[in-house]
């Protein structure tokens, strides 16, 4: 079974940064797609970014120039640097394994509990 865990959570205030991650211990991450997903109370879980297997990346208009996703291979760990925080990010937020990025999304990975992220003054 695929599992990923995530770290990097907190509480911040806004315009502050984070750096979330999201390891494997089971599997190579470099063969996959990994995308970063956030749900807020209330709310349908959301896609934030995707990163597929050639390194190319992809952002939910609502981060995009602020969040940054990478990958390091060697670590088998996905990043998702967050910057200049606002409080409508705040929420859970969570990784999964897929083929691709993109329409072709297809959650290969269990679902872990996710990291909260607070962005509060």
């Known amino acids: 079974q695929l599992q990923l865990v995530e770290s990097g959570g907190g509480l911040v205030q806004p315009g502050g940064s984070l750096r979330l991650s999201c390891a494997a211990s089971?599997?190579?991450?470099?063969?996959?797609?990994v995308g970063w997903f956030r749900q807020a109370p209330g709310k349908e879980r959301e896609e934030v970014s995707c990163?597929?297997?050639?390194?190319?990346?992809s952002y939910a208009d609502s981060v995009k120039g602020r969040f940054t996703i990478s990958r390091d291979n060697a670590k088998n760990t996905i990043y998702l640097q967050l910057n200049t925080l606002e409080p409508e990010d705040a929420a859970v937020y969570s990784c999964?394994?897929?083929?691709?990025?993109?329409?072709?999304?297809?959650?290969?990975?269990?679902w872990g509990q996710g990291t909260q992220v607070t962005v509060s003054s």
């Open positions: 999964a394994a897929s083929g691709v990025c993109g329409t072709g999304f297809f959650v290969l990975s269990s």
């Open positions: 089971t599997f190579t991450l470099e063969h996959y797609a």
């Open positions: 990163i597929s297997v050639s390194g190319r990346t």
